[in-house]
């Protein structure tokens, strides 16, 4: 049996550029003459914005800290050990660069073993230990802290999570086991499971506190301080913590059954890691720690060496990494400032762009309509906006009535638009209604603004061919609820100059947006691809397959939502419009469904009723559906499906639509809510042989998104 020691060096010699944490051991003496006291600091070096991580040399470190630290108190030389962070840093939990490299199963279970008996080793010294959450927790980071008998937590803290799950992983260096016994099964479920698959929502230190994670809670400005004071009065016996009794009967089996039905309500059983956790948590009940430190060196092991970890991997980089420095983005020095944002159009979406320009650019932003009505609507629209974030305490009045001031209605565009930066309309999806919006401004506003169009599926290039300065048009497509989806896909026509490219992307920038380049093709990214994945659900509905055979079949990919669910969200009347569009562009591969544009036709909002609460076949949708005589299976339709995709990402690729693979699974991601688990949506092809099957060759190289060779 190899030492804890030999472990980790073995690991760390394959992970040869670590940033590696230290760990710093320093005595002081505790007040109220508590005795001498042992204080570990976690560091990498830099500042927060770099945040610290265990790969194998940091745990080596923590060993050889925690080497020094029992022998101090096997000796009686202290009275306990504490374990706190760098400013605004606790830990962050295993470096996850490390976790790319790994190609052999055993070495996935060094990893998973090499934390646990690190780690344990903090519960089995001859006094008590503390943890001092001061700042961002996750991952091991917060299971280091549960090893302790102790804990603490700052007012200040921002985010405390396990997002493991929603990675691809289970928290495996003791979360599945000691958080259901330290807090429950409910609770337990509820951050492990349902926060992780919730996209990766955090904790603040309040919650952390209210949870029973942590035993006491104090302010920011001196938390380390008080830490002290009160780890001084725990051990001399004057604050006794008070831990509640765990339910390990039936309450323990119904927060796992309620553990997996949010799990399959948000992967449909796709991805394996909400279910391997789930595992490890109902075995839990019974107290044995060992048995579940070894189930989840298993489980860890196993998900390190499965697809679906390396896609989250991936899909985590591209929106942590790729997502800030967009592909081929102009020289952001050429950028002109934006002082003042005009916006065409006045209606929900041009009203929520106002408001999104006001809250993020704080400048003037000024909307037009055709009416003073529509005018005073829009406004209205953003005024009201401001008063719930007023209302949630969110912003505070002085800013309010600032934001209030900057946002103001016009009905003549030369008054609104002689002083603006940047101009964006959200008028009617029509290119000569465009044209002409375009024109107007044109003959209006400064010669250096940039104009910019909110088009789902129109050609930026022909909406700018008559005007004087095409140069200035950049496709600026945001994707409802603008507030929620991140993604903005840049579009740079045929005479975009660099100058109005630049800008548009410093204004996404500031905007808190993920920019993407497209090329100037029919629908972009996004809307191409769900159009082609919608269309071949359509097809094969219209072939004569029963509506719930073809929705039921994606169920597997763990997508956000259903086909004719999302379909409802976008409206059948915008899908019908953007099918003809690209019908129009690529009549061999859209087709245009005589039975959409039926339920189009009778006005109707989707295909679904909700009468029951879940979604049934609208009675009237089903007299309108006219269906042939061809009925697949499930897995024929799901072929079917992503044969199409496959084929399509492809062309686009062949097109330079965008610069790679990478750039179509971000805007999945970013714009449509794919998985993390699919890394988008090319990772899964390439996983599934549907790439090598369409196009003869996978999307991705060997370990940008798998196993490396």
Same mark, same amino acid.
């Given at each position: 049996?190899?030492?804890?020691?030999?472990?980790?060096?073995?690991?760390?010699?394959?992970?040869?550029?670590?940033?590696?944490?230290?760990?710093?051991?320093?005595?002081? *003496?505790?007040?109220?003459?508590?005795?001498?006291?042992?204080?570990?600091?976690?560091?990498?070096? !830099?500042?927060?914005?770099?945040?610290?991580?265990?790969?194998?040399?940091?745990?080596?470190?923590?060993?050889?800290?925690? *080497?020094?630290?029992?022998?101090?108190?096997?000796?009686?030389? =202290?009275?306990?050990?504490?374990?706190?962070?760098?400013?605004?840093?606790?830990?962050?939990?295993?470096?996850?660069?490390?976790?790319?490299?790994?190609?052999?199963?055993?070495?996935?279970?060094?990893?998973?073993?090499?934390?646990?008996?690190?780690?344990?080793?903090?519960?089995?010294?001859?006094?008590?230990?503390?943890?001092?959450?001061?700042?961002?927790?996750?991952?091991?980071?917060?299971?280091?802290?549960?090893?302790?008998?102790?804990?603490?937590?700052?007012?200040?803290?921002?985010?405390?999570?396990?997002?493991?799950?929603?990675?691809?992983?289970?928290?495996?260096?003791?979360?599945?086991?000691?958080?259901?016994?330290?807090?429950?099964?409910?609770?337990?479920?509820?951050?492990? =499971?349902?926060?992780?698959?919730?996209?990766?929502?955090?904790?603040?230190?309040? +919650?952390?506190?209210?949870?029973? =994670?942590?035993?006491?809670?104090?302010?920011?400005?001196?938390?380390?301080?008080?830490?002290?004071?009160?780890?001084?009065?725990?051990?001399?016996?004057?604050?006794?913590?008070?831990?509640?009794?765990?339910?390990?009967?039936?309450?323990?089996?119904?927060?796992?059954?309620?553990?997996? !039905?949010? #799990?399959?309500?948000?992967?449909?059983?796709?991805?394996?890691?909400?279910?391997?956790?789930?595992?490890?948590?109902?075995?839990?009940?019974?107290?044995?720690?060992?048995?579940?430190?070894?189930?989840?060196?298993? #489980?860890?092991?196993?998900?390190?060496?499965?697809?679906?970890? &390396?896609?989250?991997?991936?899909?985590?980089?591209?929106?942590?990494?790729?997502?800030?420095?967009?592909?081929?983005?102009?020289?952001?020095?050429?950028?002109?400032?934006?002082?003042?944002?005009?916006?065409?159009?006045?209606?929900?979406?041009?009203?929520?762009?106002?408001?999104?320009? $006001?809250?993020?650019?704080?400048?003037?932003?000024?909307?037009?309509?055709?009416?003073?009505?529509?005018?005073?609507?829009?406004?209205?629209?953003?005024?009201?906006? =401001?008063?719930?974030?007023?209302?949630?305490? &969110?912003?505070? +009045?002085?800013?309010?009535?600032?934001?209030?001031?900057?946002?103001?209605?016009?009905?003549?565009?030369?008054?609104?638009?002689?002083?603006?930066? !940047?101009?964006?309309?959200?008028?009617?999806?029509?290119?000569?209604?465009?044209?002409?919006?375009?024109?107007?401004?044109?003959?209006?506003?400064? #010669?250096?603004?940039?104009?910019?169009?909110?088009?789902?599926?129109?050609?930026?290039?022909?909406?700018?061919?008559?005007?004087?300065?095409?140069?200035?048009?950049?496709?600026?497509? !945001?994707?409802?609820?603008?507030?929620?989806?991140?993604?903005?896909?840049?579009?740079?026509?045929?005479?975009?100059?660099?100058?109005?490219?630049?800008?548009?992307?410093?204004?996404?920038?500031?905007?808190?947006?993920?920019?993407?380049?497209?090329?100037?093709?029919?629908?972009?990214?996004?809307?191409?691809?769900?159009?082609?994945?919608?269309?071949?659900?359509?097809?094969?509905?219209?072939?004569?397959?029963?509506?719930?055979?073809?929705?039921k079949a994606v169920e597997p990919l763990g997508l956000p939502m259903s086909p004719l669910v999302l379909l409802e969200l976008v409206g059948p009347a915008i899908g019908l419009h953007v099918s003809e569009t690209l019908n129009r562009a690529f009549p061999d591969r859209f087709t245009v469904s005589p039975n959409l544009a039926a339920v189009v036709k009778a006005g109707k909002r989707g295909f679904y009723v909700y009468d029951s609460g879940k979604p049934e076949?609208?009675?009237?949708?089903?007299?309108? $559906?006219?269906?042939?005589?061809?009925?697949?299976?499930?897995?024929?339709?799901?072929?079917?499906?992503?044969?199409?995709?496959? +084929?399509?990402?492809?062309?686009?690729?062949?097109?330079?639509?965008?610069?790679?693979?990478?750039?179509?699974?971000?805007?999945?991601?970013?714009?449509?809510?794919?998985?993390?688990?699919?890394?988008?949506?090319?990772?899964?092809?390439?996983?599934?042989?549907?790439?090598? &099957?369409?196009?003869?060759?996978?999307?991705?190289?060997?370990?940008?998104?798998?196993?490396?060779?």
């Amino acid at each position: 049996m190899s030492t804890t020691a030999e472990l980790l060096k073995g690991a760390a010699e394959l992970f040869p550029d670590e940033v590696v944490t230290s760990a710093h051991v320093r005595h002081l *003496d505790l007040p109220f003459g508590a005795g001498r006291f042992a204080l570990i600091t976690l560091d990498n070096g !830099f500042d927060h914005t770099k945040p610290t991580t265990f790969g194998p040399a940091s745990l080596a470190n923590l060993n050889t800290a925690i *080497d020094q630290v029992e022998k101090e108190a096997a000796d009686g030389d =202290i009275v306990g050990v504490g374990i706190t962070g760098k400013p605004f840093i606790f830990a962050v939990g295993a470096d996850l660069k490390g976790v790319e490299l790994l190609k052999e199963h055993k070495d996935a279970l060094a990893i998973g073993k090499g934390g646990h008996e690190v780690f344990k080793r903090l519960s089995a010294l001859a006094v008590p230990t503390f943890a001092y959450y001061n700042g961002a927790a996750m991952g091991g980071g917060v299971e280091v802290g549960l090893h302790c008998k102790y804990r603490t937590v700052s007012k200040a803290l921002p985010a405390f999570s396990l997002p493991e799950v929603f990675l691809g992983l289970v928290p495996g260096w003791g979360g599945c086991t000691i958080l259901p016994n330290l807090i429950g099964a409910d609770k337990a479920v509820q951050v492990i =499971i349902e926060n992780s698959l919730n996209q990766n929502k955090q904790l603040k230190g309040q +919650q952390v506190f209210d949870l029973g =994670i942590a035993d006491a809670i104090f302010e920011g400005a001196d938390f380390l301080e008080q830490s002290l004071i009160w780890t001084a009065n725990v051990l001399k016996g004057d604050v006794e913590v008070e831990r509640p009794v765990i339910d390990r009967g039936e309450g323990w089996d119904q927060a796992v059954a309620k553990g997996r !039905f949010v #799990a399959d309500s948000k992967v449909h059983g796709a991805a394996p890691a909400a279910y391997r956790a789930l595992d490890i948590i109902a075995a839990a009940k019974n107290g044995d720690l060992q048995q579940g430190y070894d189930a989840e060196d298993k #489980a860890l092991a196993d998900l390190i060496m499965g697809g679906e970890l &390396r896609s989250g991997i991936y899909a985590f980089n591209l929106v942590q990494k790729r997502g800030k420095r967009p592909a081929g983005a102009p020289d952001k020095n050429l950028a002109r400032p934006v002082t003042k944002v005009g916006v065409v159009g006045a209606g929900l979406m041009a009203s929520q762009l106002a408001l999104l320009f $006001l809250r993020r650019l704080e400048v003037p932003v000024v909307l037009t309509d055709i009416d003073q009505e529509r005018v005073d609507k829009g406004v209205g629209y953003v005024h009201a906006e =401001i008063d719930k974030l007023l209302g949630k305490g &969110r912003i505070n +009045q002085d800013k309010a009535n600032r934001l209030k001031a900057l946002v103001t209605g016009v009905l003549d565009k030369a008054e609104g638009f002689a002083d603006a930066d !940047f101009i964006i309309e959200a008028v009617f999806e029509e290119i000569g209604v465009k044209q002409q919006v375009f024109a107007e401004v044109e003959a209006v506003a400064p #010669a250096h603004a940039v104009f910019a169009t909110n088009t789902s599926s129109l050609s930026v290039s022909e909406m700018a061919s008559k005007l004087k300065n095409p140069e200035r048009v950049v496709g600026f497509h !945001f994707f409802n609820p603008v507030a929620v989806l991140p993604l903005l896909e840049i579009v740079r026509g045929e005479k975009t100059d660099d100058a109005s490219l630049a800008t548009a992307f410093a204004v996404a920038k500031k905007l808190k947006k993920t920019a993407v380049l497209t090329k100037d093709a029919p629908a972009f990214v996004v809307n191409r691809i769900l159009t082609r994945f919608m269309g071949e659900i359509q097809n094969v509905i219209d072939e004569g397959t029963p509506v719930e055979v073809a929705e039921k079949a994606v169920e597997p990919l763990g997508l956000p939502m259903s086909p004719l669910v999302l379909l409802e969200l976008v409206g059948p009347a915008i899908g019908l419009h953007v099918s003809e569009t690209l019908n129009r562009a690529f009549p061999d591969r859209f087709t245009v469904s005589p039975n959409l544009a039926a339920v189009v036709k009778a006005g109707k909002r989707g295909f679904y009723v909700y009468d029951s609460g879940k979604p049934e076949l609208d009675p009237e949708v089903a007299a309108l $559906l006219k269906q042939g005589d061809s009925v697949l299976t499930e897995e024929q339709v799901r072929d079917r499906v992503l044969d199409a995709v496959a +084929q399509e990402i492809g062309l686009m690729l062949d097109e330079g639509v965008v610069a790679e693979a990478q750039d179509i699974d971000l805007c999945l991601i970013t714009g449509a809510g794919w998985p993390f688990h699919l890394g988008g949506i090319t990772p899964y092809l390439d996983r599934e042989g549907v790439s090598e &099957r369409v196009n003869g060759k996978k999307f991705l190289a060997p370990g940008v998104a798998s196993v490396p060779a």
